[in-house]
């Protein structure tokens, strides 16, 4: 099964992800670096991501929205 819901929640240096399959089954759980998100997420087959709104949430949608992703803040 693949991930089509991805969450993420931003921080200073670490982000926390959590991806669900259609389903509602927990794919995806993880802590990655910010330098390390971008990388997964190319990996990661088409999927939705949404992210809480905070100062960096609109920078980072359009850096995953580049990878061909759906994503909102």
Do not use: Y
């Not at 969450?7 to 390390?36: E, H, T």
């Amino acid at each position: 099964m693949k991930t089509t819901v991805l969450g993420i929640d931003l921080a200073k240096n670490v982000f926390q992800l959590s991806g669900l399959d259609a389903q509602g089954n927990v794919m995806v759980r993880k802590k990655l670096s910010r330098s390390m998100l971008c990388p997964f997420v190319a990996q990661l087959a088409p999927c939705r991501i949404g992210m809480e709104t905070c100062q960096g949430a609109h920078s980072w949608a359009c850096e995953t929205r580049k990878l061909g992703r759906q994503s909102t803040s």
